[in-house]
Every structure is written in C-alpha cells, then in structure tokens.
C-alpha cells in the first residue's frame, strides 16, 4: 500500500467522517436509563452496516438489543467487538458542554461515548470503506458484534454468544478499548481482569436512634468497618483467606512483555494528583500489581446522616460496594463463596452479601499471531514504539469470546489517549488520535488479508 494514497483518500474522507460521528454522539444511548431514543443507537449501527453491503440482523434479548453482521469473502474470519451504549453522563454540571451535543475545541472533541466506544465503532466501519477504495472487496469475511449493554455488564451478551457460537466462529477478534498510554504510544492489550462485584449490608436498630444510645444500641457502620478490616490489613495487604491463593502465577512471557513497557510512575500520579501509589509501590512493582495482581476495591460507603450540619444519630444500616479484580485461576462465583465463608469464620454471619454481577478474566498469549498482526500494523503506520500489555486492569466480557469460544482476541487501535476521561464528565477525543485509528484499521486489515 502506497501510504500517500491512504493518506490522501483519508484526508478527503475527514469532514465527512467526523460528521458521521458527531451523527452517532448525538444517540442517548444510555443502557442504564433506556429512554425513548435509546434503540436510535441500534438502528444507527444497522443502518452503516447495511450501506457497506452487510447482512445485518438487530438482535433482542432480554434487555438491549444486539446488531450482528457478517461482510466480505473468504475461509479467514474476523470478529470485531464493540458497543453503542454509554455511560450516564452526570454529574451535568461537570460538563463544559452538553455531552450530547458534540463540540470541537482545539482540536479535540467532546461528547458522551466518544472515547467509550462510539469512536471505536465507527472507525472500524470507515476505515472498511477505505480498504475498499485502496483493494476492493475483502478477502476475508468480517463479522461485527455491536451490543447495547456493556456499561451495565453485558448482562445479556453471554445467553447470545452461547446461542450464536457458531455465527461467532473465526480466527481473531478485534476488542473494543484500543488507547495511547501517558507517553502517546499505541498500546495492544491481549486480556481483561475478572470481576465479581458485591454489597456487603449491615444493620442495627429497625429505625435511625438519638446517639445518646450510642454506648448501648449496634452501630451497623461499626460493624461494617470491622468486617472490611478482615478483608484488608492496615498495610494495604488482602487478607481474605484463600484468595490470593487462587490466582495463578503470573507465566514467563507476561513478565518479559511487562519488562518491556515504557512506564512514568511519575506522570501518572500526577495526572491523579497523588503523590504515592498505595503501600508505596514503586517502579515496576506498580506495573504488576497493576496489570497481573488481583485486587479488593471498595467503590462506596452509605449509612447515616451525611448532610450539611450536625445530626446526632446511630444510623439504622450501612452497605459498602466493593469490587474485586480478578486474574487467571480466579473467579467471580468462587469469590462470592469465599467471602461468605470469611464472614462466617470471622464472627460475621449477620452480614449480608448481595452478588451484584461479575465476569470471569479472559487472556490471549503475547505472542499470539493477531498480536503480532497488532504491532506489524502500527508499524505500518511509522510507529514502533506499540506497547504490548499482557492484560488491562479493567474488566470487561472478554471471556465469552477468548476463553468460551477459544478467539484469540486483542484490544488495538488509539481513538482514546490518556486524558480521555473515560466514564468522567468532558470525556473526550483527540482528532488526530481517531484519524489515525481509520488508518490504522485499514492498515490491520490489509494485514490480516495478506496472511490468508
């Protein structure tokens, strides 16, 4: 491929292709509150498909429906992964422009879902009607999973991949969430954490008491306090008996491949506004706590009284959202049922665990085929500075299609970049960053048609 030639059909393509975007970030496609023109991101998603010649189906579940699509020729297959719901976007007054009314200021554009995974979406369908100009047809056949429910933890997805494994048959998969790390550099990321998410409830008197019955009346917020001190110690360390122990060992080419990452501890806390990581960690320690540790995470705290002034109550009852990362060896229902069985030693059986949801961790070897078709294809692009992560701190229902399915499956492409402030108030995209993504993908595609 003559790059001049890509870059010159990209750059008379570029007004009408992020006019497609601002098209698609108009959709309130908000999975946690539904609404009327929810469904408008669906039909939208069908509607492109359908102009590249797809055949597409919209599929219901028993919640939000799943576009699926199948294009192209040919023995290989490729599946590409994405979502056209969002996050809720408040808090509103947060924003410094309507999250559904797309705004470009110096060169980067804002809106809800643009970075998470509109963006993502959308450049995999252009940089196919570049591909088409530069080659024609595809040699290989592609097959988009679009779903509606990831940011409420595809609670559907599992019941249509089970159903469809054959449909989803192929040799690679594309997963949503490519990024550029702190430094800009492309990264390829080959798994996801596991996650099991839980409320842990507590309860005191049947009503909220005058605190002068505080010596007296069981405090639940107490209580919560002294269950969550069994979980983790005062050094930061999980104590929670037998979880540690579950998860597998970190294998060889992980550490190698995390031995290879650029990483400016520095910079990240400063972008946090930190000035430690927890329990000190430093250097590349932090890495691998990061990436191939699992972790006990408290999300929230509720109970009592938290408004302006003063009001002297022993609150009624108290609940903690927690969240637990998890690695290979884990697993969320094991998790859920080593919990219960900690409380229960440890005194605790009037605590209540409510399973909220979780998914199980997923992982693609680092020296996998498509991995390499990853990195080959930034190179294609003049970039050899691609980071290959084994794995992702965040979660996701990657093992439906890595480890049910057995699709060696990778998250590529850079629409987001460090400061894209995913799931946050302004999330954003840098242009640059998404043009290149097109190039990218047209690129990734060429790849993978050569390797036929």
């Known amino acids: 491929m003559a790059a001049d030639d890509l870059n010159r059909l990209l750059d008379d393509a570029r007004e009408g292709f992020l006019e497609e975007l601002v098209e698609f970030l108009r959709i309130p496609s908000i999975s946690a509150q539904g609404g009327e023109r929810f469904r408008e991101g669906a ?16 599929v219901e579940t028993g919640g939000h429906p799943v576009v699926y699509a199948e294009l192209g020729e040919g023995e290989r297959m490729l599946l590409s992964y994405g979502h ?40 995999r369908i252009q940089a196919i009607r570049l591909y088409r100009r ?31 494994a054959q449909r989803l048959a192929a040799d690679a998969c594309l997963w949503e969430g490519g990024a550029k790390d702190e430094g800009g550099r492309p990264v390829v990321c080959c798994g996801t954490k596991g996650l099991a998410y839980v409320e842990l409830r507590t309860r005191g008197a049947s009503h909220d008491l005058h605190s002068m019955y505080g010596g007296i009346a069981p405090n639940p917020v107490w209580r919560l306090v002294q269950v969550l001190r069994t979980i983790k110690d005062e050094r930061g360390e999980i104590t929670l008996e037998g ?26 806390m400063e972008s946090w506004g930190v000035s430690a990581f927890d329990r000190n960690l430093s250097g590349r320690e932090v890495l691998e706590e990061y990436l191939l540790r699992p972790t006990a995470n408290i999300a929230g705290i509720q109970s009592g009284y938290t408004g302006p002034g003063s009001k ?10 927690m969240d637990f990362r998890l690695v290979s060896g884990q697993s969320p229902k094991a998790v859920v049922e080593l919990l219960r069985r900690h409380l229960h030693e440890h005194g605790f059986d009037d605590v209540e665990v409510v399973e909220m949801h979780g998914v199980e961790p997923a992982k693609t070897p680092v020296d996998s085929p498509v ?60 242009l ?12 990734f595609f060429r790849r993978f048609a050569d390797e036929r």
Request: with cysteine; aromatic share 10%; hydrophobic share 40%.
């Open 432 to 443: 640059e960053d998404y043009f290149e993504t097109v190039a990218y993908f047209t690129r």
């Open 134 to 164: 530069l080659y024609g047809e595809l040699p290989f056949r592609v097959k988009f999973l679009v779903e509606g429910e990831e940011e409420i933890g595809s609670p559907n997805l599992g019941s249509f991949v089970r159903s469809n």
């Open 243 to 268: 979880f540690l122990e579950m998860a597998d060992e970190p294998t060889e080419e992980d550490r190698e491949a995390i031995a290879k990452i650029p990483f400016d501890g520095g910079a990240l």
């Open 43 to 58: 039909g939208w998603v069908r509607q492109k498909l359908e102009k590249l010649g797809a055949e597409v189906e919209v």
């Open 312 to 321: 002297t109550i022993v609150p009624a009852e108290a609940f903690v959202k």
């Open 371 to 430: 991995v390499k078709t990853s990195v080959a294809a930034w190179e294609d692009c003049g970039r050899d500075d691609a980071v290959v992560y084994p794995t992702i701190g965040g979660s996701g229902p990657t093992s439906l299609i890595a480890t049910e399915l057995g699709i060696p499956t990778v998250m590529t492409g850079n629409v987001a970049f460090a400061g894209s402030r995913i799931h946050s108030p302004n999330e954003c995209v840098r």
């Open 84 to 123: 056209y719901d969002v996050q809720p976007p408040e808090p509103l007054e947060l924003w410094e422009s309507d999250p559904f009314e797309p705004v470009v200021r110096d060169g980067v554009l804002y809106a809800r879902g643009v970075a998470d995974d509109k963006g993502d979406v959308l450049s």
